[in-house]
């Protein structure tokens, strides 16, 4: 059985990646979602005070799909891992934890293949690398894709391609 959150966890603590419409303009105006290179900014800068979105609990960063989109699938694992795993925990660290960073990937749920053989999500790549995928849960959760849970309405989803799925949330990277 696949964990479920359902609730407001996932948008006052932890890492996510959330693909719903609907979800995202319940917790964040557009004027309030930010761009890759915005994170990257506080994470080179210093992180905000005061979170944008959910009541000062939450940055939703759009465009981590187009970055990945725009470079070999090898070039994305490394940055991935050397560049924006780094900027999560530091947004981790920063926040002790206490605050949630949601990634807007609006195709999210049609990119995304769960591999249960080795528990990794990948992200199915376009364009050119089409016939390409990225590990995404071993880049940015660091392989703990264990701990993901689905993001639902209902506890009743067990699996993130359902429909009534929001998108997917961890708790906690290390």
Not at 33 to 61: C, F, M, Q, T
Not at 135 to 164: H, M, T, Y
């Amino acid at each position: 059985m696949v964990a479920v959150v359902t609730g407001d966890v996932w948008y006052r603590r932890g890492i996510s990646l959330l693909w719903n419409p609907d979800s995202l303009s319940h917790i964040a105006k557009a004027n309030e979602v930010h761009s890759v290179r915005d994170l990257l900014i506080y994470y080179k800068k210093g992180w905000p005070e005061d979170l944008p979105s959910a009541s000062s609990n939450a940055i939703v960063v759009a465009g981590l799909d187009t970055v990945m989109d725009s470079m070999e699938p090898e070039e994305a694992m490394v940055w991935l891992e050397q560049t924006f795993y780094s900027a999560l925990l530091s947004f981790q660290d920063e926040y002790q934890g206490q605050a949630a960073l949601i990634l807007w990937l609006s195709d999210g749920q049609k990119r995304l293949i769960y591999n249960m053989t080795d528990g990794v999500y990948y992200w199915k790549c376009a364009g050119f690398y089409r016939d390409h995928t990225i590990p995404l849960s071993l880049c940015l959760w660091n392989g703990a894709a264990k701990d993901v849970r689905l993001i639902g309405l209902e506890q009743s989803i067990n699996s993130f391609d359902d429909k009534r799925c929001l998108g997917l949330y961890h708790p906690r990277i290390s």
